[in-house]
């Protein structure tokens, strides 16, 4: 490939790869400088120059399993890990959680174990639960740490003394219909730290703080920091410990090879991702989006977002940090509002929506840094693309091999629903979404009934969409092709319906096998419900037991191939 253009005059380059080697380029006058480069991130300098620039070298599209290759049609489930039980749980969902959730789906023939972001959040402040707003993206959060698989691996007399005085209480925190995320962190990082204080090194700890090298070693800085206290070699270990602890029950969790994992689109603004890497970041201002119907006055997300011109400078580099860290144990990663990649609609500091305007990104060099990283981890990509989609978008996130969204909900057409045999392979179908009601829910209006409860409607506009609810719901059992009205009758219908789609994949919700009427998230609301707390009624090992989630699941496999 052709790197820089003839100059009259002999010119020496210096390329530098990603494990730092370089190597040393004469060229001649009037040549141009070509050379041919294996997949991969490269610096290109010139000897007599400061100024450097970067090269992406990889595949033309992103991973594509074989199954899809063949034209197979998989399914899965998909829910948040927070909400998920299993017996001996310890307050709320975490990682053997997930390694017992994605053995239960692959026993029931899926093949995607969906789970949402397990971003680091906030540990001095358990009150901030949003996993849409964390603190840094490139880390797991200890929360979800399993305090009995990391007793049976590392334990003493006094961790093990420890977590027996807490275990009523934990057990008592697991009853609960919504999670105290401080009383469960509150009892977990005592039995953590004692853990730690007992821990006396292993080979592969050492490797890993190794391998994480100044990213990790700023981010244990920023969390003792963020907690008040004294830096000290041993409490920066500490923060390095809990993160290996993490990765390895990710690990473990990932061996059934089939989690399908989630990335957003931002960080906080005083969180770790921006605190240890502020260069990276254009903090003046908030991504958002413009006016519409919805929203007269635009919305800011409170989500600072990384500067184009410090990616084109860096290679990327704080992107491809992210893409990294979330797809190391994935195998499909959901790219939250991927139309980001392209374009992003900034909104300055203390200005409401309607003030911004849209930035472009490297879009390109954006695509081919997603499909390295993808291709090297064999990791499918699909892409979030709900909402303000550019034209041609979607086109080509085809042509890079990203798959696209089609919720229900939102596939509309007159006042029924857009057919399902008009969705294209290329994408992932499903019910709804962690913003969108429930199906039961939604056939109850039961996010009309949270909307009047919140004041954000009147009783009377209330009692008017609950009407017009009622004529939707009469249009979904018409597209679900069934004369049945009960819940049940339609729960199925609809999956099934749903399943039969051309969509490569299907997902459904957790929440819909166990029959969940209110949301996890009410979108615009931070106290004035309990977003991201509620839990599912039903543990892992039981969740398609109850006949109604054992007849979608079965519809479900009917209608898909293996």
Not at 44 to 51: D, F, K, R, T, V
Not at 320 to 342: C, E, Q, T, W
Not at 388 to 397: H, I, W
């Amino acid at each position: 490939m052709q790197l820089a253009a003839p100059s009259e005059h002999r010119t020496s380059w210096i390329l530098i790869s990603e494990d730092g080697t370089t190597k040393r380029f004469e060229i001649a006058p009037g040549d141009p400088f070509r050379a041919k480069l294996p997949a991969g991130v490269f610096a290109l300098q010139a000897e007599e120059e400061s100024n450097r620039f970067h090269v992406i070298v990889g595949p033309a599209r992103c991973y594509l399993p074989p199954w899809y290759v063949e034209g197979q049609r998989p399914w899965g489930i998909s829910t948040h890990l927070y909400a998920l039980r299993h017996r001996g749980g310890a307050g709320m969902g975490d990682l053997e959680t997930l390694r017992q959730y994605a053995e239960t789906v692959e026993c029931l023939g899926g093949k995607f174990a969906g789970i949402r972001p397990l971003h680091h959040l906030f540990p001095v402040d358990r009150s901030r639960v949003s996993p849409y707003q964390p603190s840094d993206r490139r880390f797991i959060d200890p929360m979800y740490i399993d305090i009995a698989s990391l007793l049976s691996t590392f334990s003493s007399e006094r961790s093990q003394s420890l977590a027996q005085k807490n275990q009523s209480v934990l057990m008592r925190l697991e009853q609960l219909k919504t999670i105290d995320y401080a009383a469960v962190w509150t009892k977990k990082v005592k039995i953590l730290k004692q853990v730690h204080a007992d821990f006396r090194g292993h080979a592969d700890f050492d490797r890993f703080v190794a391998n994480g090298g100044a990213v990790l070693a700023r981010h244990c800085a920023h969390e003792v920091k963020t907690a008040g206290e004294a830096s000290s070699p041993l409490l920066l270990r500490y923060h390095a410990f809990l993160q290996w602890v993490a990765d390895h029950q990710l690990a473990r969790a990932a061996q059934s090879k089939n989690l399908y994992m989630d990335l957003v689109l931002g960080c906080a603004f005083d969180g770790g991702e921006v605190a240890t890497s502020p260069e990276a970041f254009a903090t003046s201002v908030s991504i958002g989006a413009p006016p519409d119907p919805f929203s007269a006055k635009g919305q800011v997300w409170n989500l600072p977002p990384l500067s184009p011109l410090a990616l084109e400078a860096t290679g990327l580099a704080a992107f491809r940090d992210v893409l990294s860290a979330n797809m190391r144990h994935a195998s499909a990663l959901r790219i939250d509002h991927v139309m980001g990649l392209k374009r992003q609609f900034w909104v300055p500091a203390g200005a409401e929506g309607a003030a911004g305007t849209y930035v472009e990104f490297p879009f390109s060099a954006m695509l081919a840094a997603t499909a390295l990283e993808s291709t090297r981890r064999n990791c499918l990509i699909v892409g979030e693309d709900l909402g303000n989609v550019p034209e041609g978008f979607r086109q080509t996130m085809e042509s890079w091999g990203i798959l696209s969204c089609r919720v229900l909900w939102l596939e509309r057409q007159g006042a029924g629903f857009q057919p399902a045999s008009t969705y294209p392979r290329s994408s992932v179908a499903s019910v709804s979404s962690h913003d969108l009601p429930t199906l039961l829910g939604w056939r109850r209006a039961r996010d009309v009934e949270i909307e009047a409860a919140i004041h954000r409607i009147s009783n009377a506009e209330a009692a008017d969409r609950k009407s017009h609810r009622a004529v939707e719901c009469q249009a979904l059992n018409e597209w679900a092709d069934t004369s049945e009205g009960d819940d049940a009758h339609v729960a199925v219908a609809a999956h099934r319906q749903l399943a039969a789609s051309p969509s490569a994949i299907m997902l459904v919700q957790a929440d819909d096998l166990a029959g969940e009427a209110d949301p996890l998230n009410v979108p615009g609301t931070d106290k004035e419900w309990s977003n991201w707390r509620r839990r599912v009624s039903l543990s892992v090992d039981h969740m398609c037991q109850a006949d109604t989630a054992a007849a979608i699941v079965s519809a479900i496999k009917k209608e898909r191939t293996p």
